[in-house]
C-alpha cells in the first residue's frame, strides 16, 4: 500500500507485497469470486440501503432502486478514489439488501462490493420473517445455502458472508437459533458468521453454540465490538481467534476507536481486529433517502491519527488490507 498527502487527506493505493496464503481461496463478490489478495484496502461494515419497516410490510416496491442508485454512487465513486477497493455491505435481507443494485454500483465503481445471507433478530425480532418461529435451524440454513448455491432473490449474484444479529445477552431460544442456523451454513458453505452483537456476554454466548457445532471462533466476526466498553470482552474473544470488528468510526468516535486499537495492539491481538464505519445509506421512507452519510472519515481522520500516535503502515495495512482478506475468504473453520 504506497500512501500519498493528497490535499490535506491521506490516499490509499494498493500494492502487490500483500501476499495471501491460500492463493486457491476465494471471497464472494457481487460480481463473483475474487482471490483474497485482491481485496486491498476494505471497509468492511457500510450500507447503502436501509428500510426499518420491518419484516411483515417489507418489499422491494418501497423504494426506487435507480433513486438510490444514483444517490449512492458518488459517495462510492468518492471513496474509491480514496484508495477503497473492496466495500462490504452488510445490509441484510428484510433490511435493504438489494444484490442486483450493488451490482450495478460495483459495475458502475470498480469497487468489489459484497453482500450477504442470514436474517436480522435484533430490535425486537422485527425483522426476522414470521416462518423462522416455526422451522428448524436445519429448514431455515436450507435458504441460505440455497443463496450460497443459487444466487439471491432470483439472481445469480452468491452472498459473500451470512450476516445475522442479536441483542443483549442471555438470547432469546429464537436468537440462540439464528446462531446455530448461522453455525450449520457455515460447516456446508464455509461463508464466515457476522453477528450484530449487542453486548460482551451476548458475543460469548455466540462462541457457546457455535462450538456446540463444532465450529471455530476464527469463522465470527464480532460486529460492533464497540457496545462492549470493557476492553476485556474483546482481547478475550481475539485471543479465542475471533475477529473483533470496531466498526463504528464516525468523527465523534475517533478517540474511542484509537484506545481501542492501541489496546488491542499492546495485547498483540491487532491481527484479530476489523475496522469500519457503519456509513452510508439511502433510508427508505425518507425524502431522497435522507441524510446519506459519506465513506471518507477513516482515511481523512482515522488513518492520520492512527499515524500519529505510532501506527506503522505495515499495522495500518494489517488492519485494513490483511485482516479483511483473511476474514472474508470462503473456507470452513472447525474446531
Ligand atoms: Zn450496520
Known sequence: MQQTALAGATVFFPSPNVKMENAEQVVMTV?????????????????VLADFIGA??????RYNADEVYTIALPFLQEVKNKGCSTFIDC???????DAKLLQRLSNATGLNIITNTGFYGAVGEKFLPRFVYHQTAEQIAEIWIKEWKDGIDGTDIKPGFIKT???KDP??????????TAAITHLETGLTIGVHTGNGDAAKEQLEILKARGVSPQARIWIHAQNE??????????????????????PNTISENLAYLQTMKKENLLDHVLVSQDSGWYHVGEPKGGDYK?????????IPALQQNGFTKKEIDQIFITNPASAFTVRVRKL
Open 229 to 250: 466498553k470493557d476492553n476485556q470482552y474483546h482481547i478475550e474473544a481475539a485471543k479465542k481467534g475471533s475477529w473483533v470488528s470496531f466498526d463504528g468510526v464516525n
Open 91 to 97: 445490509a441484510p435481507a428484510y433490511l435493504g439488501r
Open 165 to 167: 444479529s442479536v441483542d
Open 56 to 61: 411483515d410490510n417489507y418489499s422491494k416496491e
Open 294 to 302: 459519506n465513506y471518507t472519515c477513516i482515511f481523512n481522520q482515522l
Open 31 to 47: 460480481k463473483g469470486p475474487i482471490q483474497p489478495g485482491e481485496m486491498y484496502f476494505t471497509l468492511t461494515h457500510e450500507h
Open 171 to 180: 438470547l432469546s431460544p429464537t436468537l440462540r437459533k439464528i446462531i446455530d
